[in-house]
């Protein structure tokens, strides 16, 4: 079980990472629930994914899952600095489709650890669950550090966090 907890700090510290970035936008409590419910959530269904269709679909596609993530955390980093350079307006609510790319991003890594797990003599059951719980916590505490970072800051603090996203999207580029 250490192992698994282990694992799982590991698998949720990217979205707590990017979750302090995400966070400096100034989100109502409501969507940090939900953030953090959606990052739960694909960090529970990744590793599935992985354990059931991960070497079906990998041996059927070759692809990159590196690229793929660069690609949606520069997005999402680029949209934040673009808004932080707007007028300051009613902060709207964020869409859906942003939570699902966030959660799709951080847990892409639950989706080829879920491919070894089998492997690995470690629970197959309760180990998605365990990962789930803990990437909700820790992207909830993320957004809660990165809102207050960003009341101290204000809009700056928001164009960093995008700088910081998409800097982190090009890292795993590399």
Known sequence: MLLVFLMAISLSMDAFSLALAYGTIGM???????????????????PLLGMFVGELILSLFKFN????????LSF?????????FKKDEELKPLKFSEFFLF??????????LGITLPNMGIS??????IFAITSFVFTFVGLLIGNK??????????????????????????
């Open 28 to 46: 109502n409590n409501r969507d940090k629930v939900i953030l953090s419910l959606v990052v739960g959530l694909f960090h529970l269904v990744m």
């Open 65 to 72: 899952a590196d690229i793929v993530v660069t690609i949606i």
């Open 76 to 84: 999402i980093g680029i949209q934040m600095i673009v808004s932080s």
């Open 103 to 112: 959660g799709l991003a951080v847990s892409i890594d639950s989706f080829s």
């Open 124 to 129: 197959t059951i309760i180990s998605p669950f």
């Open 149 to 174: 970072i960003e009341k101290l800051l204000g809009k700056i603090a928001t164009a960093i966090g995008g700088s910081i996203l998409t800097l982190v999207g090009l890292i795993f580029a590399l």
